[in-house]
């Protein structure tokens, strides 16, 4: 079984600070995503990776195959991202295996 | 286009019930699967259905089960419940199997 790992389990920045969130795990997977929830519970998809590197606006998130091993990077962060920040991992047919989660708070 | 519904958002319920949570999934997309969220344990996967078909099957007691219906809208029921069945239940809806998931925002079942 999958076992996903993330780092730091919580982060408090300045707004407009840097931020970078890991993931590891310990098996091949066929996808890697990037997940989202703030206070009250829904969920948002961020990414779903396989290979490489994606970015939509202030988010970048990377995957090195070989090193098992991605990234979620915000620029510029702002108040409004702070929230809990999952990975999630799958491999073939088998169901998604999550992370613990990231707690992030910017503060402004 | 209409987000993953889940109905409803919260339930207390008390020991030894049954309860039925529902999601209907974005249109289109014929793979829900469902999760339990605690405090304790994060986020673990319950079961996965395609085309009316549990396709997967996460770790959980017998007490737990779900069905997917033709137009691919989604029930889980839990009988006999237990104070740890306390969480938010979330269902997530996909194209196909193993392709991006999108999240409802999930129904907080409190056992008392």
């Known amino acids: 079984k999958n076992e996903v790992e993330q780092s730091p389990q919580n982060l408090t920045a300045q707004e407009g600070e840097f931020i970078t969130i890991n993931c590891s795990y310990s098996v091949g997977i066929s996808a890697l995503h990037w997940l989202q929830q703030h206070p009250g519970g829904g969920i948002v998809s961020l990414f779903m990776l396989s290979s490489g590197k994606k970015k939509h606006g202030r988010l970048i998130a990377t995957i090195n195959i070989q090193e098992k091993h991605s990234s979620l990077h915000i620029t510029a962060s702002h108040p409004r991202d702070s929230a809990v920040y999952i990975c999630?991992?799958?491999?073939?047919?088998?169901?998604?295996?999550f992370g613990k989660g990231t707690r992030l708070s910017v503060i402004a | 286009k209409a987000g993953v519904t889940q109905t409803p958002r919260y339930l207390i319920k008390t020991r030894g019930q049954q309860v039925t949570l529902s999601c209907s999934p974005i249109s289109g997309h014929r793979s829900v699967s469902w999760y339990q969220q605690t405090p304790g344990q994060g986020l673990q996967f319950l079961f996965e259905y395609f085309s009316e078909t549990q396709r997967n099957k996460g770790n959980f007691p017998g007490r737990f089960s779900g069905r997917q219906f033709s137009n691919s809208r989604s029930e889980m029921n839990v009988s006999t419940l237990e104070l740890g069945d306390s969480a938010l239940y979330l269902c997530?809806?996909?194209?196909?199997?193993?392709?991006?998931?999108?999240f409802g925002q999930g129904t907080r079942l409190t056992v008392v």
């Open positions: 997530a809806s996909s194209l196909q199997m193993n392709t991006e998931a999108f």
């Open positions: 999630a991992v799958n491999s073939g047919n088998t169901p998604l295996v």
